[in-house]
């Protein structure tokens, strides 16, 4: 038993490094830790084409990548999630686990709000295209979603929980934009070059100045 006794975990100070877990993990509610399979984004072409095309966002301490994706209209999925804790911050298997977890039962306490928000934006494509091609009017999409603990240590529960639901309301705010529905644009790496300049070598330049 630790020291906090009966103190419920969200209230505990957030956990160093140095300390991570000791004992059984004691929560202020009871948690499931777990959502069901078809909801996981396990898929190594799905994860693949969300790192590729998926759009960014930021919550401290969450980044993520999502996307829409087009499926099957029998799949009753709305969202599919995968959750990474960088080994290089924490060493320990068990401690990436319990961030894990906690990130994994935040978002099914709040993610109900964005199926919704997801079927209205698909509503709302399905009626914007339904002159131009009549075939989309059909097709269903889910959402993939990464999520990237960026902290450098162990949070409480209902502060992971308070700003997840907040990186929800903005992801929620994203997919009103029409342009979520194609890939992210491509950052640009020209540094201001001309197009057609791109990757070729500048000349050098010599002492004086002349080249």
């Not at 084409?49 to 990548?65: C, D, M, N, T, W």
């Amino acid at each position: 038993m630790d020291n906090y006794g009966s103190v419920p975990e969200g209230l505990r100070p957030a956990a160093t490094n140095a300390n991570l877990v000791r004992g059984p993990l004691v929560s202020a509610r009871p948690l499931g830790f777990k959502l069901p399979k078809a909801y996981r984004l396990s898929s190594q072409s799905a994860i693949g084409l969300v790192f590729a095309e998926g759009h960014s966002l930021f919550v401290h301490p969450y980044r993520i990548k999502f996307r829409l994706a087009p499926t099957t209209p029998d799949n009753p999925v709305s969202d599919r999630l995968l959750v990474s804790v960088p080994k290089r911050m924490f060493k320990r298997a068990v401690v990436r686990h319990q961030i894990r977890r906690r990130i994994k039962e935040a978002w099914r306490l709040n993610h109900h709000d964005l199926r919704l928000a997801v079927q209205q934006v698909i509503l709302s494509q399905q009626q914007t295209s339904r002159a131009s091609s009549p075939e989309a009017v059909g097709q269903k999409y889910l959402l993939d979603v990464s999520v990237l603990y960026v902290g450098n240590e162990v949070l409480a529960f209902d502060y992971l929980e308070k700003r997840l639901s907040l990186l929800l309301r903005k992801l929620q705010e994203a997919l009103q934009e029409p342009s979520v529905f194609g890939p992210a644009p491509k950052a640009d790496t020209s540094n201001g070059r001309h197009p057609a300049n791109r990757g070729k070598a500048k000349a050098p330049v010599s002492k004086s100045g002349l080249q």
